[in-house]
T-cell receptor, first 113, second 110 residues
Framework: EPEVTQTPSHQVTQMGQEVILRCVPI?????FYWYRQILGQKVEFLVS????????KSEIFDDQFSVERPDGSNFTLKIRSTKLEDSAMYFC???????????FGSGTRLTVV | QKEVEQNSGPLSVPEGAIASLNCTYS??????FFWYRQYSGKSPELIMF??SNGDKEDGRFTAQLNKASQYVSLLIRDSQPSDSATYLC??????????WGAGTKLIIKP
């Protein structure tokens, strides 16, 4: 059983629509991250989330993006008005600021048409 | 600008041979280094991490770190076709942010 599950695995949406990507960590961690990877490109950091607050965000994470942990379990990434260039794999990860790496979820492939 | 550089490949290695993957980083403040394996369309999977100079071995994998040369490598012994994937190198900076390389595509030929 994966330690971090993401839903949906694939979502197709029309440009301008809102999407919500969900992440469910099995274990009870405090640190969560969202990354994205455009096809054929590097993994890019979006945002880190600690103790139910954003701790750091990248330039990519503009006003169109938001994160929440509404029920203390699910961890969501919302894109308010999707653009074609938002098409990418989105990965949730859990971890801690130590010497250990992060565990990635299975990913959501977002296709904006 | 903090960078992690990798040769994109593809690197083709015969089955059973040693695959050698290399990575350089620009930020001398980086503290830890990670190797992830990524199969096409899948999420990155942590293979190894290293934070001390020298070698670290785990099964068929050996990570090597040389902080003076800002160089990290991953050796895969007895390469198997299932090792064919893209290998991502990442460094963690003093702000605990991961800086990612673009990855090296490894092909193990049976």
């Amino acid at each position: 059983e994966p330690e971090v599950t993401q839903t949906p695995s694939h979502q197709v949406t029309q440009m301008g629509q809102e999407v919500i990507l969900r992440c469910v960590p099995i274990s009870n961690h405090l640190y969560f991250y969202w990354y994205r990877q455009i096809l054929g490109q590097k993994v890019e950091f979006l945002v880190s989330f600690y103790n139910n607050e954003i701790s750091e965000k990248s330039e990519i994470f503009d006003d169109q993006f938001s994160v929440e942990r509404p029920d203390g379990s699910n961890f969501t990434l919302k894109i308010r008005s999707t653009k074609l260039e938002d098409s990418a794999m989105y990965f949730c990860a859990r971890g801690a600021p130590s010497n250990y790496g992060y565990t990635f979820g299975s990913g959501t492939r977002l296709t904006v048409v | 600008q903090k960078e992690v550089e990798q040769n994109s490949g593809p690197l083709s290695v015969p089955e059973g041979a040693i695959a050698s993957l290399n990575c350089t980083y620009s930020d001398r403040g980086s503290q830890s280094f990670f190797w992830y394996r990524q199969y096409s369309g899948k999420s990155p999977e942590l293979i190894m991490f290293i934070y001390s100079n020298g070698d670290k071995e785990d099964g068929r994998f050996t990570a090597q770190l040389n902080k003076a040369s800002q160089y990290v490598s991953l050796l895969i012994r007895d390469s198997q076709p299932s090792d064919s994937a893209t290998y991502l190198c990442a460094s963690r900076d003093s702000n605990y942010q991961l800086i990612w390389g673009a990855g090296t595509k490894l092909i193990i030929k049976p």
